[in-house]
Each structure stands twice: as structure tokens, then as C-alpha cells.
């Protein structure tokens, strides 16, 4: 069975770059051909797409990201990572990695075949 986890500092100070790693286990490497998604859930806010990279590279991000947002892939690891630059308060939130096999580049959370189960980054000094 699939799973994913995220993994990556729980606090980040402002100004400094946010990075987390989607480790996925339970995989033969079909995933390695599916979409890598990152979202994010600030509090008392809905989910937000943040961006997507697909197995050959291209990547999708949320125009309102573009500037400071990285994803990146390596498969022989099975792990995907996040990069957020310029990192401020207003990044603070449960941010879930995801994986499915048609882009989507939304929020629906059923429209994604794995989920991470979400790990919480506070932006603070």
C-alpha cells in the first residue's frame, strides 16, 4: 500500500527558506510516473494548491507562489521536496504532499489517489 509522509522543520524563521521532503513507501516505482503535488492549509483557511511536477520535469505552480516556490523529484530516493523562499508568517500551515496519476493542479482532495497525512510549519522568529 502506498503512503506518503511529509517531513521537514516544524518552525522557520521569517526571511529564511521553508523546505520539506514527501517520502513515498509501499511503491514498486508505478508512482515515479504520477503527478507530485504540494498543498497547504493555513489556519481557520481552506486548502491551497501550491504547485505540481510531473516525471519529466515540468513543473505547474500557483501564480500567486511562482516567485518563490520550487519543487523538486528524485526517484530513485521516492521522495519529492518543497522549497519556499522569503519565507513569512502568512506561510504558516499544515502542508500535505500528494500524488496521482492524471494532473489535476485543484484542492478537491478526492481527485488525488495518496495523501500525506499533512505536517504543520510555523513561520516565526
Known amino acids: 500500500q502506498v503512503q506518503l509522509q511529509e517531513s521537514g522543520p516544524g518552525l522557520v524563521k521569517p526571511s529564511q527558506t521553508l523546505s520539506l521532503t514527501c517520502t513515498v513507501s509501499?511503491?514498486?516505482?508505478?508512482?515515479?510516473?504520477?503527478?507530485a503535488t504540494w498543498m497547504r492549509q493555513p489556519p481557520g483557511k481552506g486548502l491551497e494548491w501550491m504547485g505540481t511536477?510531473?516525471?519529466?520535469?515540468?513543473?505547474y505552480y500557483s501564480p500567486s507562489l511562482e516567485s518563490r516556490i520550487s519543487i523538486s523529484r528524485d526517484t530513485s530516493k521516492n521522495q519529492f521536496t518543497l522549497q519556499l523562499t522569503s519565507a513569512t508568517p502568512e506561510d504558516t500551515a499544515v502542508y500535505y504532499c500528494?500524488?496521482?496519476?492524471?494532473?489535476?493542479?485543484?484542492?478537491?482532495?478526492?481527485?488525488?489517489?495518496?495523501w500525506g497525512q499533512g505536517t504543520q510549519v510555523t513561520v516565526s522568529s
Open positions: 511536477r510531473d516525471y519529466s520535469g515540468t513543473t
Open positions: 500528494a500524488l496521482d496519476p492524471v494532473y489535476y493542479g485543484g484542492t478537491d482532495v478526492s481527485k488525488y489517489d495518496y
Open positions: 509501499g511503491d514498486s516505482g508505478t508512482t515515479n510516473f504520477y503527478y
